[in-house]
């Protein structure tokens, strides 16, 4: 399948600084990517949808002051805590739509686990 | 607003029995429903998936049922092995072109 790039694997920071995550699609190009966070042991909540060229999509409840999303271009999109609160300690995931003939699967990064002292 | 549900929370089977989760969805205009597998600390893995004008698919040991109607789809695993135990995710990616995932099952094969 599509590969989905992810760095950093681990992020280890202190608390009020801003932290930033990068997606890449490596193999096709991505014009919308998504942002999910994942505590223990729970699901994946979507946090946003990002769409290359215009402003990112927030679900309910996100702050989009507080996650900065960015989609550049067809391979990029990034995510940036800002002023990190222990809270805001997790696991991010991206993912990126490939079109597989006529279908479009999503592919997912390697996740971040942010760590918020 | 778009909601998928995912039943049982964790499942425990013995090696070689079947292991079957069930998730529901909302949005009826959903048209594709794959299925991940995640292990602890890694990203979830595409393992099988069907789209809404298809009843049943199968891959080897795994296979996905579909019943519109109702808005249920489910994952059977047969003839389990101890690599089979992780987590398993439902999705349904929805009329708003998102994908939504159901809670999680976390699958035990006991050797």
């Known amino acids: 399948g599509a590969v989905v790039s992810q760095h950093p694997s681990w992020v280890i920071c202190k608390s009020g600084t801003s932290v930033k995550i990068e997606c890449r699609s490596l193999d096709f190009q991505a014009t919308t990517m998504f942002w999910y966070r994942q505590f223990p042991k729970q699901s994946l909540m979507l946090m946003a949808t990002s769409n290359e060229g215009s402003k990112a999509t927030y679900e309910q409840g996100v702050e989009k002051d507080k996650f900065l999303i960015n989609h550049a271009s067809l391979t990029l999109s990034t995510l940036t805590v800002t002023s990190a609160h222990p809270e805001d300690s997790s696991f991010y995931i991206c993912?990126?739509?490939?079109?597989?003939?006529?279908?479009?699967?999503?592919?997912f990064g390697s996740g971040t686990q942010l760590s918020v002292l | 607003g778009e909601n998928v549900e995912q039943h049982p929370s964790t499942l425990s089977v013995q090696e070689g029995d079947s292991a079957v989760i069930k998730c529901t969805y909302s949005?009826?205009?959903?048209?594709?429903f794959p299925w991940y597998k995640q292990e602890l600390g890694k990203r979830p893995q595409l393992i099988i998936d069907?789209?809404?004008?298809?009843g049943e698919k199968k891959d080897q040991r795994i296979a996905v049922t579909l019943n519109k109607t109702a808005k249920h789809f489910s994952l059977h695993i047969t003839e389990t092995q101890p690599e089979d135990s992780a987590v398993y995710f439902c999705a349904a990616h929805t009329g708003g072109f998102k994908t939504i995932f159901g809670a999680g099952t976390r699958l035990f094969v006991k050797a």
């Open positions: 069907i789209r809404s004008n298809v």
């Open positions: 993912s990126a739509r490939d079109r597989v003939g006529l279908n479009e699967k999503l592919f």
């Open positions: 949005d009826s205009a959903s048209n594709y």
